[in-house]
């Protein structure tokens, strides 16, 4: 097939230097495609090399505890990846003996990991020909074969893995898959593609009808809410205040400063404080942190309570004391960890 012996052609001379491309351990493999989910390359290549030097095997991930694990994700953004993979390595090392599912269907099954990643995994690690349909792969598609279909519908999905599935190599599928995703990733890019430089251009579709900016064909945009936060900076002797985040919401299982979220960025007091807690707040700084669907709108204020009215204070919002020495063992969101490391050690 044409497209495949010039997109495994241009492949073979061009492919990135990657540590996760010199193995087939599917521990490595299965770790950098988790960490390269809502990641660029350049970005997550440090917390790779990082994890494999601390868990040398799927089981050292396992019996790590929890918040070590989140605390080497600090940075990456998206926490529930952390978490599902913590769950996932637990599932291989307890119940299949520490042996990694060896094919697509059964790569589904580990929490986690959707039809993407099972299929660049079952891929590269397996020879298993299935395609993995990401955003790299619908860009190029699209603009190769000029396909219109709207991509933020979730019936697209199938009409790209069906032509994946027709064309990948069988040969060399774990390679078709990275060919696709580095063409994506490096030459059919989304805003400024360089044309002049893609193996496919003599047969593209979408540059001879000279709409390449028009591909893929997405029309329904992602939903963002606001949601308005506000910290509380409490020391106590070189000791500062933080709360464990829970439940199934942004950061879960992270610590932060002691926070209330209101519906505006108004701190409206009467709405908060039910134990007439009187607050002395004072402002220091505010921020907005983008999320892919939230707008965080955080404020932050110095709070220098009463000592009869701290343990009133953790009815409302519950914390415990951290030495600062200790800070680096806590797992903290970006916004959180920056601002501490301003206020304290800078």
Request: glycine share 4%.
């Amino acid at each position: 097939m044409k497209f495949n012996l010039l997109i495994l052609s241009w492949f073979d001379q061009n492919k990135r230097d990657l540590p996760w491309r010199n193995t087939l351990n599917p521990f490595h493999i299965w770790l950098s495609e988790i960490i390269l989910q809502q990641t660029r390359v350049d970005q997550g290549m440090k917390f790779y090399i990082n994890f494999i030097t601390e868990f040398s095997t799927v089981h050292d991930l396992a019996n790590a505890d929890e918040q070590k694990v989140l605390k080497l994700w600090q940075g990456l953004g998206y926490y529930s990846r952390a978490r599902n993979l913590h769950a996932a390595a637990q599932y291989i090392s307890k119940d299949l003996g520490g042996v990694f599912p060896n094919n697509y269907k059964d790569l589904l099954k580990l929490k986690g990991v959707g039809d993407y990643t099972a299929a660049a995994i079952a891929s590269i690690v397996y020879h298993e020909p299935v395609p993995a349909v990401d955003g790299n792969m619908y860009r190029v598609f699209s603009r190769y074969y000029g396909l219109e279909n709207d991509i933020s519908l979730s019936k697209t999905k199938k009409v790209f893995w069906d032509i994946g599935l027709e064309i990948i190599d069988q040969k060399r599928p774990g390679d078709f898959n990275q060919a696709v995703m580095d063409l994506g990733a490096t030459i059919c890019l989304p805003k400024a593609p360089k044309c002049d430089s893609c193996p496919l251009n003599a047969s593209c579709e979408a540059l001879r009808l000279n709409k390449v900016l028009e591909f893929p064909v997405k029309t329904k945009k992602t939903k963002v809410s606001n949601r308005f936060l506000h910290f509380f900076l409490i020391e106590e002797e070189s000791q500062l205040a933080l709360t464990k985040r829970s439940g199934k919401d942004v950061w879960q299982n992270l610590y932060t400063l002691p926070m209330v979220e209101t519906s505006t960025d108004l701190l409206d007091h009467p709405e908060i404080l039910e134990k007439n807690i009187h607050l002395d707040l004072s402002f220091i700084s505010e921020e907005k942190h983008i999320l892919s669907h939230q707008h965080l709108y955080i404020k932050y204020y110095t709070y220098k309570p009463k000592a009869s009215v701290l343990e009133d204070l953790k009815h409302l919002v519950d914390f415990e004391w951290v030495n600062l020495n200790s800070i680096d063992e806590y797992p903290l969101p970006k916004p959180i960890e920056k601002f501490i490391n301003y206020h304290f050690f800078d």
